[in-house]
């Protein structure tokens, strides 16, 4: 059933001024909020770009070259901006995007995310290196629909084991990264020599007996509570290291030790004849997604290889730089598709008006990454409570103001596009 925030008629929006945040009226406002409240580490990691960034603010600035063509004189009295996405009725088109080690920003992590978008009706993606445990998420979520964000490892029973929670959990679909064969080049990262503190753990991974090796410790070590002064030999467990893959010259070698983003998470080896197939086969009856096209080709590619939907994406800016912006590739990849699939965008959204831009273009739906981690930084499920509502009151009055009242009839000729010299031209 939708929300009852699905369908408002325009007078009750004054109204709802009252449940505003005074301090905090925009995503903008938000994110400088968040900055007061991460320490710079968490900081840097959340909201880097790959080298210089250029991809990352482009993202952003994309939705600046385009202009709303507004309708007027039709009967917006009551706005419906519902819609169905994995089998259950979203109260706006966009989404909260897996994002990982979300307990950085808030001890509730995850958790706090999970809960605002049950009470909001808006679906929640959930990162394979998330902070807390992909079970957990979804019992926050109740009947609110999870999707897992994957990334396919070369050793396949660590995915496998994590494809069979997610389904056994209740989650709807896989959306394999698919933009990841090397880890774009993070500088503050490098620099801030980033690591989880540890106090937390990538909790879908934790707790493996496999993870640790049983040592003898060296003879010698003093030990002031020993009578000799000396300890006798005796068996300690210690973390084993964690390998990245390499390729030896004839043959490649995959990581090893306990699982961790930087070693495991990039896989050179995928491929569409290869992983596709086998990943529909043991995700099923899952939908899998591919996350990271960004081109008409690979979206044929997609289309060709049955996947169920395609999220155009560029990781956020963080992986190519110098890569088109989302809204940009966005275009080409709806008219290679031709509705054949669903298309989803993620990347740069920032207030409302970027999510009615983006289903001008085509997209089906939207996913929004960083506002949600600078709501958690800000008040943890309050916070994210709120990135929420501020992008769906703007969703539902860009509609109103444009004169459309239903998802569905959104379309380019609501947009036009500034070139450089400052004109418009319809699209």
């Known amino acids: ?62 939705y600046g070259k385009y202009r709303i063509r507004p309708r007027v004189l039709r009967d917006v009295s009551v706005i419906d901006t519902s819609v169905n996405i994995f089998g259950q009725r979203n109260s706006s088109p ?41 079970e957990d998420v979804k019992e926050e ?18 995915s496998i084991k994590l494809i069979e929670r997610a389904k056994k959990a209740g989650y709807k679909a896989v959306l394999l990264t698919v933009d990841t064969p090397y880890l774009g080049r993070r500088n503050l990262e490098i620099r801030n020599q980033f690591k989880l503190p540890s106090h937390l753990k990538i909790a879908n991974f934790a707790g493996n007996p496999d993870d640790e090796e049983e ?33 030896d010259g004839e043959k490649r070698v995959a990581p090893t030790g306990p699982i961790t983003f930087h070693t495991h998470a990039p896989n050179p080896t995928l491929s569409w004849e290869e992983s596709i197939p086998w990943l ?13 096209v960004a081109t008409g080709e690979d979206a044929l590619l997609a289309i060709h290889h049955n996947v169920d939907g395609i999220v155009v994406s560029n990781h956020g800016g963080r ?3 110098g890569a088109l912006a989302t809204l940009d590739a966005l275009p080409e990849v709806v008219e290679a598709v031709g509705g054949r699939v669903p298309v989803h965008v993620d990347g740069g959204v920032r207030h409302g008006t970027d999510i009615f831009k983006a289903l001008a273009l085509g997209a089906d739906f939207v996913w929004v990454g960083r506002p949600a981690l600078w709501g958690l930084a800000y008040k943890g499920e309050e916070g994210v409570a709120l990135c ?6 703007e969703f539902r009055l860009c509609m109103s103001l444009a004169g459309v009242t239903r998802v569905k009839d959104i379309g380019k000729e609501y947009l036009v596009k500034l070139n450089r010299d400052g004109f418009v031209s319809r699209l």
């Open 280 to 292: 529909k086969e043991v995700a099923a009856p899952m939908e899998v997604w591919v996350k990271g």
């Open 215 to 247: 040592i003898e410790q060296e003879k010698g070590e003093i030990d002031a509570e020993h009578p000799m002064g000396h300890s006798p030999p005796q068996k300690i467990r210690k973390r084993r290291n964690s390998n990245a893959g390499w390729h």
């Open 1 to 62: 059933m939708p929300n009852t925030a699905d369908r408002k008629p325009a007078s009750m929006q004054a109204s709802e001024a009252t449940n505003y945040d005074l301090n905090c009226l925009t995503i903008a406002e938000l994110e400088k909020l968040a900055r007061e409240r991460m320490d710079k580490q968490t900081r840097d990691y959340y909201n880097e770009g790959a080298d210089d960034g250029s991809t990352l603010k482009e993202n952003q600035s994309a």
């Open 319 to 321: 992986q190519l730089n």
């Open 141 to 158: 979520s109740g009947e609110n629909a999870n999707v897992l964000q994957l990334y396919l490892f070369e050793e396949k029973n660590h």
């Open 94 to 134: 966009f989404g909260i995007a897996p994002t990982a080690m979300q307990r950085l920003a808030h001890d509730d992590g995850e958790l706090a995310t999970a809960r605002a978008c049950r009470k909001a009706g808006i679906v929640m993606g959930l990162s394979s290196f998330a902070t807390s445990t992909l």
């Open 388 to 393: 929420l509502r501020l992008l769906s009151d």
